[in-house]
């Protein structure tokens, strides 16, 4: 079956880019897609596409895919951007989500 | 705007069968994918599988003998039904749906399902 790593932890001061990961098989022939989900909260659609931002998605969050990695860059990162984030894709009709990663800003 | 709201026990019963409903508010109703997605505490998310309008299902292969996902759509409601449950099944559920992005747009809030005798 078809799977998707994320780092389990990324660490970034205030103000500064954070990057998140996530690999998988040829991941830049699908298209991958971006979530933010804080504690007790439903996750929330920041990057779909690879890189297209829903509307009322800051401008800071940006995505990019190439090879087997898809990358989720935050710019300017600030305190409310705490949150684990978990990417997707499409493998056969079927949804697959990475493990996530829990972005600390400190 | 869509908005998505599930519904069913709290509490379920180990070798049981779960039932949630997922009721849809706002138009589209049959522009969009709509899916079942699990979070067991404190872990990641994972996908149960989807349905159309018409009818048409995928389901995550390593759950597809004991999940049936229906729709009503007279309703706009979907549901999930989880045969032979175990505490492995103890999640948050999450009904959501996606269109043409391939994306999950909208999210409803979640249920807790705990498996327990």
């Known amino acids: 079956s078809y799977e998707l790593t994320q780092p389990p932890s990324v660490s970034v001061s205030p103000g500064q880019t954070a990057n998140i990961t996530c690999s998988g098989d040829k991941l830049g022939d699908k298209f991958a897609c971006w979530y933010q989900q804080k504690p007790g909260q439903s996750p929330v659609l920041v990057i779909y596409?690879?890189?297209k931002r829903p509307s009322g998605i800051p401008e800071r969050f940006s995505g990019s895919s190439s090879g087997n990695t898809a990358t989720l860059t935050i710019s300017g990162t600030q305190a409310v951007d705490e949150a684990d984030y978990y990417c997707q894709a499409w493998d056969s009709s079927t949804a697959v989500f990475g493990g996530g990663t829990k972005l600390t800003v400190l | 705007q869509v908005q998505l709201q599930e519904s069913g026990p709290g509490l379920v019963k180990p070798s049981e069968t779960l039932s949630l409903t997922c009721t849809v508010s706002?138009?589209?109703?049959?522009?969009?994918?709509w899916s079942w997605i699990r979070q067991s505490p404190g872990k990641g998310l994972e996908w149960i599988g989807y349905i159309y309008y018409t009818g048409s299902t995928n389901y995550n292969p390593s759950l597809k003998s004991r999940v049936t996902i229906s729709v009503d759509t007279s309703k706009k409601q979907f549901s999930l039904r989880l045969s032979s449950v175990t505490a492995a099944d103890t999640a948050v559920y999450y009904c959501?749906?996606?269109?043409?992005?391939?994306?999950?747009?909208?999210w409803g809030q979640g249920t807790l399902v705990t498996v327990s005798s």
């Open positions: 959501a749906g996606y269109d043409d992005s391939s994306a999950y747009d909208y």
């Open positions: 596409q690879d890189s």
């Open positions: 706002g138009d589209s109703f049959s522009s969009y994918y």
